[in-house]
């Protein structure tokens, strides 16, 4: 309706505003609708040589894709995958070039005869409103509550009950497998304590040879898992939770708190691998820092004081493993990691 | 004899027992125990002469007798190995101070490289350079090279070798380059942030069985370009960068209007 108004109220209306008079622009209080652009022919709809030009494209586009069929067929049989990488590599790269050329063309054909050989006639398909005419929505209405009298819902309390009761509890057919099935296990606990225990010896990952303090010589890092990992039911959990990095630190760089004296060995200490942030296993250890660092988010722990955070996003010290040696001189553990180990979740469970 | 024979509950009898039986077993060990190196065994002019490369290239950080100093370490004790490694590979002479150095072209002959190795190995025992056997990659187990790789070395290195970021600029190296007597010798002498990896941890088998793990990675990927192996961030760079701009242009292209 405003679009009928004559331009000369659009422009009173907008002396009111003092924000257009400030950019000087001259808006309308309502856009006409511009409607559609002229139609502007293609080259081929008027220009003969030009959709022929068009045509050929097409063609060659089709032909493309032949022949990136006939090359993958041919692929296949004269040059199959050998024993060799190379064999492979150029079987693979070969197969993979006739099949994006037999799709590629096709598609790209496709789209091309349409956008320049195929009719270009614009239709203007006008949106109805979707809301029903008022006998419909009033003739529903009347259906819905007929019905609900009809089924005496209203009186009947106990059905009514009975009805929702069946439909809500319905779903857990199959909520309750799924979620069963999704969590697995959970037995939460479980995570609080590792294969470490009194006397378990420390070994080499992954021969499981068990390890003397004078072989972890200065500089050397160890990759630890417990011995007898392998016979542990669900051992490949075990070893997620239970892998251990374990370093020789000079006596005068290692700090150790007065209650951690005896946790480590001569100067070897032995810490968790799994990052106190998300639980990745964190291993690159810079020998000349004593620095631990973490290849997830980069949180880097300083092994000669603790393994305390230095820098990232990790919130609390690797838990470290108490060891000792046991009769034959091998490492031992001396008990189970001081705290869970893992994500910082369990600073929540205090 | 029967003078000895009458001495025998002498208080220092055991006392020159055990010094004659020191003798006995440093003699025996001095013959039998096996000698890592191969190479020629270098000759006192080597020493002397790398003593003089010494002296006019490494003591201004080193120190006149090897002894280190404030940021230089000390080299007495770590071997022939270790000085084979640093120099062959360039990344001594230190060209500049930094996170760490750089490999670069060698800055000595072969020749000297070895008389410079005599000179720190005659300063304090230390590991000596591998034997072509020992680092003979068709000797190894590609597969067992592959699990000690995995858990001593990927972490940094990356899953085949191509190398990585650690902190502070630091980074350790891509390997494809690495000849495996340089690769033998970084195992033995942990150069720089990387840990050391002696004989008790990984057995000079073990070693070689990493050296044909990384070996056969030479021969590339099967399944075409690798996009330089090194993890999840080159392969979504393409994927982002280049596989969804071209997706892009495309729906571009096929919505826009023919001339």
């Known amino acids: 309706m405003s679009a009928d108004k004559p331009t000369t109220d659009l422009t009173t209306s907008s002396t009111s505003t003092s924000s257009v008079e400030h950019h000087g622009d001259h808006v309308p209080e309502r856009f006409e609708n511009p409607g559609l652009p002229p139609h502007v022919h293609r080259m081929g709809d008027t220009d003969p040589a030009a959709a022929k030009r068009s045509e050929r494209q097409v063609v060659a586009l089709f032909t493309l894709s032949i022949i990136g069929t006939i090359g993958f067929v041919v692929a296949y049989f004269a040059v199959p995958p050998g024993e060799t990488v190379a064999s492979m590599r150029l079987s693979n790269l070969l197969l993979g070039i006739g099949l994006f050329l037999a799709m590629f063309g096709i598609g790209v054909a496709a789209v091309h005869w349409a956008k320049t050989l195929m009719s270009d006639h614009e239709r203007v398909e006008a949106r109805h409103p979707q809301k029903s005419d008022p006998e419909t929505r009033a003739g529903a209405i009347a259906a819905l509550s007929e019905g609900a009298a009809d089924s005496g819902i209203q009186r009947r309390s106990l059905l009514k009950g009975a009805v929702v009761s069946a439909v809500a509890l319905a779903p857990l057919t199959i909520a309750v497998p799924l979620v069963g099935e999704v969590g697995g296990d959970w037995n939460v606990s479980k995570f609080r304590h590792t294969l470490w225990e009194r006397g378990r010896r420390l070994t080499r990952d992954p021969s499981g040879t068990p390890i003397k303090p004078a072989e972890v010589t200065r500089g050397s890092v160890y990759h630890v898992i417990p011995d007898g990992l392998r016979e542990a039911d669900h051992w490949i959990e075990e070893k997620a939770k239970a892998v251990v990095l374990m370093v020789r630190i000079d006596p005068d760089q290692l700090t150790e708190a007065d209650d951690r004296k005896d946790w480590s060995y001569e100067g070897i200490v032995a810490y968790s691998k799994i990052c106190t942030h998300v639980g990745c296993p964190v291993a690159l250890y810079e020998q000349q820092t004593h620095h631990l660092l973490c290849p997830c988010h980069q949180s880097t722990f300083d092994m000669a004081d603790g393994a305390k955070v230095v820098f990232g996003p990790a919130s609390r010290p690797l838990p470290q493993l108490p060891i000792t040696v046991d009769d034959e001189g091998y490492l031992i553990a001396q008990d189970d990691f001081n705290e869970p180990i893992g994500p910082s979740y369990w600073e929540r469970l205090k | ?259």
């Open chain 2, 1 to 259: 004899m029967k003078a000895i024979a009458a001495r025998r509950h002498h208080r220092l009898a055991p006392v020159v027992l055990l010094l004659l039986a020191l003798l006995v077993t440093g003699a025996l060990y001095a013959v039998l125990a096996p000698s890592a190196q191969s190479a020629p065994a270098p000759t006192e002019d080597d020493v002397v002469a790398g003593e003089a490369l010494f002296q006019a290239n490494c003591a201004t950080c080193h120190g006149p007798n090897a002894e280190g100093r404030e940021g230089a370490p000390s080299l007495i004790g770590v071997g022939a190995a270790a000085v084979d490694f640093q120099v062959s590979t360039g990344r001594m002479p230190m060209q500049m101070n930094g996170p760490q150095a750089a490999a670069k072209p060698p800055q000595f002959e072969e020749e000297e490289i070895a008389q410079l190795a005599a000179y720190v190995a005659s300063l304090g025992p230390g590991p000596a350079i591998p034997s072509d056997e020992q680092v003979d990659p068709a000797l190894g187990d590609a597969a067992n090279g592959m699990a000690l790789f995995r858990t001593n070395c990927a972490m940094c290195h990356g899953a085949i070798g191509k190398g990585g970021a650690l902190s502070e600029g630091k980074y350790a190296p891509d390997l494809s380059g690495s000849t495996p007597t340089e690769i033998y010798e970084a195992m033995l002498t942990g150069p720089q942030s990387m840990p050391v990896f002696n004989d008790a941890n990984l057995t000079p088998e073990e070693k070689r069985d990493i050296i044909a793990y990384l070996d056969v990675q030479q021969a590339g990927s099967p399944g075409g370009t690798d996009l330089g192996s090194v993890g999840p961030v080159a392969e979504g760079l393409w994927v982002w960068v280049v596989g969804i701009g071209l997706l892009i242009s495309l729906s571009v292209w096929i919505g826009a209007k023919s001339s």
